[in-house]
């Protein structure tokens, strides 16, 4: 079946480091890939998504990049700010799985000033 | 825009008793779904429906019923709860069930004692 596998957190960085969210997956067909992220007390929301090999997600300084021969979707930043203290977790939608999507566990990241 | 409204927003409940949680979209989605959120675990998909009249049990379905008898609704109810129910509960929605990003709403936190 299908399955997301993200590094394990939490991750502590300061202000203006560079961020890396590893990823990677299993998938039976050809899915679509996204990251969510959860903001305290909130639900998820999208940040980003690729739909097909070597496209690059891109949203509010984070990118992504789909690499079908790694099977990997890392979340990379290059500044991090307090405001993205954070959860973030890596999802598929697998077509041949009706469409379910399967969430990885989650990051937890915490940036200090 | 209200987008995916959940009810009620915290609940503590005695084993052995019933409840339903409400969802809610005003987005026309056809695609929704219930997921639950535990520690370590990530998000894991309870039910989901892809249209009115149509569901099917996710990764997780027992000690769970749901039902779509509209577009807009897709409650969730537990028939008899546990203490390993004790989780926090996230309903989501999506215009299709592949390839499209999940609207999610703010969260249930069920406590069962």
């Known amino acids: 079946g299908d399955s997301v596998t993200q590094m394990e957190g939490p991750v502590t960085l300061s202000e203006e480091a560079f961020l890396t969210i590893n990823c990677t997956y299993t998938?039976?067909?050809?899915?679509?890939l996204f990251w969510y992220v959860q903001y305290p007390g909130e639900g998820l929301q999208l940040l980003l998504k690729?739909?097909?090999?070597?496209d690059k997600g891109s949203n509010k300084g984070f990118e992504a990049t789909y690499r079908k021969e790694t099977t990997s979707f890392h979340l990379e930043k290059g500044s991090v700010q307090v405001s993205d203290s954070a959860v973030y977790f890596c999802?598929?939608?697998?077509?041949?799985?009706?469409?379910?999507?399967?969430f990885g566990d989650g990051t937890t990241l915490t940036v200090k000033p | 825009n209200a987008g995916v409204t959940q009810t009620p927003k915290f609940q503590v409940l005695k084993t052995g008793q019933s409840m339903t949680l409400q969802c809610a979209q005003d987005?026309?989605?056809?695609?929704m779904s219930w997921y639950r959120q535990d520690p370590g675990m990530g998000l894991r998909l309870i039910h989901y429906?892809?249209?009115?009249?149509?569901?099917d049990q996710g990764e997780v379905p027992n000690g769970y019923n749901v039902s779509r008898s509209t577009t807009e609704d897709f409650p969730l109810r537990l028939l008899s709860a546990a203490p390993s129910q004790t989780s926090v509960y996230f309903c989501?929605?999506?215009?299709?069930?592949?390839?499209?990003?999940?609207?999610f709403g703010s969260g249930t936190q069920l406590s069962v004692l």
């Open positions: 999802a598929l939608s697998d077509a041949t799985n009706a469409g379910k999507s399967t």
């Open positions: 998938a039976t067909g050809y899915p679509s």
């Open positions: 690729a739909t097909k090999a070597d």
């Open positions: 429906s892809v249209g009115a009249g149509i569901t």
């Open positions: 989501a929605s999506s215009l299709g069930h592949f390839n499209e990003k999940l609207f």
């Open positions: 987005m026309n989605h056809e695609y």
